[in-house]
């Protein structure tokens, strides 16, 4: 097909064609430009102390939500009501998010004010169990949030699942009865057969 032919219509509007098509690439070569300038210029703050613009955080928003709704299509979630695998995620949470996501009776931390994105508190927000497990397994990049299925298997990861989706539905004295009880037994059982006292301390000390 030859260029004239391809841009030839009906009503002979050809160069109407043209024009508004010159004008959908100019801006958004204007626009891809204003963005390296944002860029190579430095202007833009990358401090954590500082919230980003608005249009950075609607965009790292779409980003953040866009990617993670294309990749969960085949996530199966298997049954997580079961109390056994809510008690293991409780024993998870308390020690590797709760700095960061707080709990119910549990609304400020050091390591959460210094954080830009701020994390989402997981105790007021309910949240798709297939979403959870995708972001706890890989992590966001650029945002603080770890992907924990490098050290962790992803039946681990269900148990986490399970206990963030019983917080917004939690107490303070269910909060902390659940992980006072995690915390004796692991006390207790410090050598037992899955030994995540011992993992843990490791994962600290890196
Ligand atoms: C060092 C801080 C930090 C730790 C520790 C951490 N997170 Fe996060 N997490 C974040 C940040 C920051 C975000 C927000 C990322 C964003 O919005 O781009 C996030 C996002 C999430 C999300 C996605 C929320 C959403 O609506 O998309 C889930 C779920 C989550 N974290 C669960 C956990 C769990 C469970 C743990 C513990 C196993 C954990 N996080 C440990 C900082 C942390």
Redesign the pocket.
Known sequence: MSSASRWACECGCRAQHLNRLTVVCATLAAGVFLVLLGILSGLYDVGADRPHTAAARTL??ML?DRS?EHRIADIVAPALDDPARVREGAE??SA??V???LAPGITVSE?RAG?M????N?AQ?P?DPR??FW??KHG?KA????A?GQSHDDDEIWN?VSF?RQLPHMTSDDYRAITAVEASEEHAGAQDEHGHGHEHERAHDQ
């Not at 994105?117 to 989402?120: D, L, S, V």
């Not at 945002?143 to 770890?146: E, F």
């Open positions: 790292l928003a953040r993670i998870h949470y590797m998010c700095d960061c996501h390591i954080l994105p701020r994390p989402p997981l927000q949240i979403v959870a972001a706890i966001i945002s603080g949030m770890p924990w986490i963030v």
